[in-house]
């Protein structure tokens, strides 16, 4: 950028500078919304939040709400199923305190599992 000043610069970092020395605005790309599953960790009532988000379409959607037992398979203590969207998935206390964490899965594809929490 010989020649040109530090003002214009700034300038042309938001368009096109031609040959000729004419400025051309260029939009900035829109924000895209991302699509698909999500699963919230299960809060102090050990309630999850999750399914479908920023998606334009609905399916059918398996929201759960597990207790981690080890060495043990894992204990499903809350479940709902749904139609698109995001839904709270309403779990117990299992066995008690210990870990719980939710899964989300979507028919047809597509799956999110979130953090465990401490609960109970």
């Known amino acids: 950028m010989i020649g040109v000043s530090r003002s214009l610069a700034a300038v042309v970092g938001a368009g096109i500078l031609t040959a000729t020395g004419t400025l051309i605005a260029v939009a900035a790309p829109a924000q895209l919304t991302t699509c698909g599953p999500t699963a919230g960790v299960p809060n102090s009532n050990n309630n999850a939040r999750g399914g479908l988000s920023g998606c334009t379409y609905t399916r059918p959607i398996d929201g759960r709400v597990w207790e981690d037992r080890g060495a043990f398979p894992d204990s ?22 210990g870990n719980y964490y939710s899964t989300f899965v979507v028919d047809g594809g597509g799956s999110a599992r979130s953090a465990a929490a401490y609960r109970c």
């Open 76 to 97: 499903s203590v809350g479940y709902k199923r749904f139609q698109g969207g995001l839904a709270t998935v309403y779990g117990s206390c299992g066995n008690g305190p």
